[in-house]
């Protein structure tokens, strides 16, 4: 009987054991701190989850523990409000010595090449911060070249993460780490920037093949998907704004063919023989109620002598819209597309353009000092069109 027990005890603790699931461990020590709790944090993409928590001996050193991971993710250490972040692959020990009180920045980091680099870069991304403050700061420089010197540090400091650590090994969590680093609040790299979606597009391509079943992964995938579609769009709507800017100046008169407020489609060349002002609008800016009453002035003053206005308004809520051009005598259309405002390389609004008697574009707002005098003008010679 008691051989029996003896090996029913040793089953149960045989069990016991092969029940336990691997474990990783962040331990070291803190110099000047002691009897003090520090946290272990998992950085999820649902937001910060706590893994462990351990109290600081005497001696300044910790031990925190966390369940391994599938795939490489990214923890934290948390003492008061300064983060050291940490990089796991998998059951790997890292040992972390720092000093405070500025642990953030006095710490070495050992048995961890992810955590080695993700401190690299931490630190890297603290100077940034520094130098853009030092630049914005700097009274010798006018407000251009505050511009100008920060985009340029910026832009470096990108090309240099991407060859360093990025494109370096884009499989690995600090690889990842570097992707999503940010300056004031926003991402470095930006989905929207041609350039930067290669990178997105290399740790993607690298998470896919080597990582496949990380939410991670999944999050990159999505990012990067969207980011392409992004640039492609831009990359159209720029192309489009050049041939459009380039048409207006050789061709003349761009038609346009737009709703009005009971859904009646609206020319340009149905206005032959009038003068327009072609009229680029949003009643959702502050300015509208004034323009709209410069505008008004304008079309009594002018309009039985030829004058005609076409609005085209490009909010984006279609029944506010109709809302503010119910009570207007004016051709009011609607494009929330804003591809009309494309083909005649409008970049802000409002903005306006005179169409002589003939169907001809005369002149956009830049062009015209008084757009009154020039109304006039083309009012009294409906041949004269500007070359």
Known sequence: MKKIAITALAALVFAACSDQKPTFTVEGTIDGVKDTTIYLYNNALSGAVKVDSAKIGEDGTFTLKGEAPKDPELYCINLGNQIIYVGIDSTE??????????????????????????????????????????????????????????????????????????????????????????????????????????????VATSWDTFHPESERTKHLHNTTLKGMNDTRQQAAR???????????????????ELPDVSGKTRTLTELNGKVVLLDFHMFGMKESAARILSLRDLYAKYHAQGLEIYQVGLDENEHFWKQQTETLPWICVYDPSAQSALHYNVQNVPEYFLIDRNSQLYKRSTQMKDVEAEIRTLLANPTNSAK
């Open 238 to 256: 720029e192309m489009m704004a050049a041939e459009a800017a380039t048409k207006v100046e050789t061709t003349g008169l761009i038609e346009l």
């Open 93 to 202: 020990t890292v040992t972390i010595h720092a000093k405070a009180p500025n642990i953030a920045r006095d710490y070495e980091v050992e048995g961890s090449v992810n955590t080695q680099k993700i401190k690299e870069l931490s630190l890297k991304q603290q100077d940034l911060r520094a130098r853009v403050i030092a630049i914005q700061n700097n009274l010798d420089l006018s407000r251009e070249q505050i511009t100008v010197a920060l985009q340029q540090l910026v832009d470096a400091y990108k090309v240099k993460i991407a060859n360093d650590y990025i494109y370096e090994n884009p499989a690995s969590i600090y690889a990842y780490f570097a992707l999503f680093q940010t300056l004031g609040g926003y991402n470095l790299f930006d989905r929207s920037n041609q350039q930067d979606v290669r990178a997105f597009a290399a």
